[in-house]
């Protein structure tokens, strides 16, 4: 019975280590704007505002939701 709990202690151990490891290698990815980003936002348009970034569309049409 004592060699069962240590063989499953183990493996749990190494199963949380495996999964602490995938969890900061996976974070660490930082995918870069696409080149259709490049292509649909004229940058000189961006403005940036204290803590966040406003984009503003080309219509004059009046702003009712915003997408984050």
């Given at each position: 019975?004592?060699?069962?709990?240590k063989?499953?202690?183990?493996?749990?151990?190494?199963l949380v280590?495996?999964t602490?490891?995938f969890?900061?290698i996976?974070?660490?990815?930082?995918?870069?704007?696409?080149?259709?980003?490049?292509s649909?936002v004229?940058?000189?348009k961006?403005?940036?505002?204290d803590?966040?970034?406003?984009?503003?569309?080309?219509?004059?049409?009046?702003?009712?939701?915003?997408?984050i």
């Open positions: 019975m004592k060699k069962t709990l063989i499953l202690g183990v493996v749990l151990a190494v280590a495996v602490a490891a969890f900061v996976w974070s660490g990815f930082d995918y870069e704007p696409s080149k259709q980003l490049h649909l004229d940058e000189k961006v403005v940036k505002k803590d966040y970034y406003v984009f503003k569309p080309q219509t004059n049409k009046e702003i009712k939701a915003g997408y």
